[in-house]
């Protein structure tokens, strides 16, 4: 059974930082299109970032410069740094994958869903 597992949310202040983490299991996240989406009250979900098999991301215009995604494949783990913080980046965190190889866009529908991990930023 795959599983995504988020860790690392938390309350931080404008312009601090934090590190997403999303373990999997049962899956192998550099086989895949692997991204992180957000959900702020009365929103809708977005994407902020993704990255395929082959290294390539996307990022959200919104966060572009300040976020970041990468991947331990040893670890089988993603990971989402977000730096300079701001108050609306505040929302609650999720981990997904698609059964593609590539991705080049956040647009795409995904197969599998973490619990997520809340993200407060305070001003």
């Known amino acids: 059974q795959v599983q995504l597992v988020e860790s690392g949310g938390g309350s931080v202040q404008a312009g601090g930082s934090l590190t997403l983490s999303c373990a999997a299991s049962a899956y192998t996240i550099s086989a895949y299109c692997m991204g992180w989406f957000r959900q702020a009250p009365g929103k809708e979900r977005e994407g902020v970032a993704g990255?395929?098999?082959?290294?390539?991301?996307s990022i959200a215009n919104s966060v572009k410069g300040r976020f970041t995604i990468s991947r331990d494949n040893a670890r089988n783990t993603l990971f989402l740094q977000m730096n300079n913080l701001k108050p609306e980046d505040t929302a609650m965190y999720y981990c997904a994958s698609v059964r593609l190889r590539y991705c080049y866009s956040l647009t795409w529908k995904p197969d599998y869903w973490g619990q997520g991990t809340q993200v407060t930023v305070s001003s």
């Open positions: 990255i395929g098999s082959n290294d390539i991301t």
